[in-house]
């Protein structure tokens, strides 16, 4: 068994399901009673969703660089960023951890491509809506990723950070998003959306969406079990 280094707090309410889904997913993988070791290291969202606003990318690689670090320290065989917001530096990351570490970007990617999905739209906080470094790997593999409009992107920019991250949900904003998810799907003609933020899978799921979600959270975890297993 491989043991995972997980740099979590971005925020709290995702790196909760991490943990948990995890630990039971590799015990219900090798079908007997076991809980793998792995290793959280908790970091400030606030931060790191002020440093990409202030587009200091330099200062955000060496703050989550610590974290990969002591991860590292503490026996960690792989590593992996439990939210796709600071993938926006995942590949200057990847260059500096001298062990491995598991995109959530790449694994969706992979997943769409499993389900043969061509046209995907895409939700997050503004930086990962607005940014070329989620899509590009979708790009790759010939499949189009459609964005919201400025306002429905600064619509749910804010309610990422003022709601979501802190844990609350509200039923009007579960309607708002309904209601952008339905135009871009009867607008741009999206298959499923992808919930880019790890904070999303508390406000949308299959059940409420107006077209299937891929859930980059579940898609990530089931992919790290698959590392650990390995």
């Not at 707090?9 to 948990?20: L, N, R, V």
């Not at 990318?57 to 065989?77: F, H, N, P, V, W």
């Not at 306002?151 to 708002?176: D, P, Q, R």
């Amino acid at each position: 068994m491989k043991k995972l280094g997980l740099v979590g707090g971005m925020g709290p309410e995702s790196t909760i399901p991490y943990y948990h889904d995890i630990v039971y997913g590799v015990q219900n993988r090798i079908g007997k009673n076991f809980f793998p070791n792995l290793t959280i290291e908790s970091v400030n969202v606030f931060d790191v969703l002020r440093l990409c606003n202030e587009q200091k990318y330099d200062e955000l690689t060496d703050y989550l660089m610590q974290a990969i670090k002591s991860l590292i320290k503490s026996g960690a065989d792989f590593v992996a960023l439990a939210a796709n917001t600071p993938h926006i530096v995942f590949d200057i990351l990847k260059e500096q951890s001298t062990v491995p570490l598991v995109s959530i970007v790449e694994a969706t990617r992979d997943e769409a491509v499993r389900l043969n999905k061509r046209k995907l739209g895409f939700l997050g906080t503004i930086f990962t809506m607005t940014d070329d470094f989620f899509k590009k790997p979708f790009y790759s593999s010939n499949i189009e990723i459609i964005i919201p409009s400025i306002e429905e992107m600064e619509y749910i920019n804010c309610k990422i950070s003022s709601e979501l991250e802190l844990g609350i949900v509200k039923e009007e904003t579960l309607e708002s998003f309904q209601k952008i998810i339905k135009r871009m799907a009867e607008e741009d003609g999206i298959e499923a959306i992808i919930l880019g933020c790890t904070e999303l899978p508390l406000l949308l799921n299959d059940e409420v969406s107006p077209v299937p979600c891929l859930d980059t959270m579940k898609i990530h975890i089931q992919h790290l079990i698959d590392w650990i297993v390995e």
